[in-house]
């Protein structure tokens, strides 16, 4: 991998911790990608809020399935999720649809306890 894709890579994931932490996840950050210390398995990028996902960030005009199988072998435990983004476009998200469907469900139950609470203080 050359010096420029490299500093690409960097950049992407940086303005990918950017983006989560303006959307109320304060702790987003860059992962550490050396051998020594995260290992080459490491998330590109953690963020305690959503501990349970590992983060594969590309930033690259073309999506590639291999980019999943790597996630998902590197993820161990987590749930992978590839951030993707093209050039002028928005991040995009890729997960396992069962992993999708679970969060959809847990947020129409919180939206339901929420609206008995609300119904309850009234």
């Given at each position: 991998m050359s010096k420029m894709s490299r500093e690409k890579g960097k950049r992407g994931e940086r303005e990918f911790a950017e983006m989560l932490r303006e959307h109320g996840f304060a702790s987003a950050r860059r992962g550490v990608q050396t051998a020594c210390r995260g290992g080459l398995t490491a998330p590109d990028?953690?963020?305690e809020e959503l501990e349970d996902t590992h983060f594969e960030v590309k930033r690259c005009e073309v999506f590639l399935r291999s980019f999943y199988e790597q996630a998902a072998r590197?993820?161990?435990l987590k749930e992978p999720?590839?951030?993707w983004k093209r050039n002028g476009a928005a991040w995009m998200a890729y997960m396992a649809m069962g992993h999708y469907l679970g969060?959809?469900?847990?947020?129409?139950r919180l939206e339901t306890e929420l609206?008995?609470?609300?119904?309850k203080n009234e």
């Open positions: 990028v953690v963020c590197d993820a161990g999720v590839i951030a969060l959809r469900q847990k947020i129409s609206k008995e609470a609300r119904q």
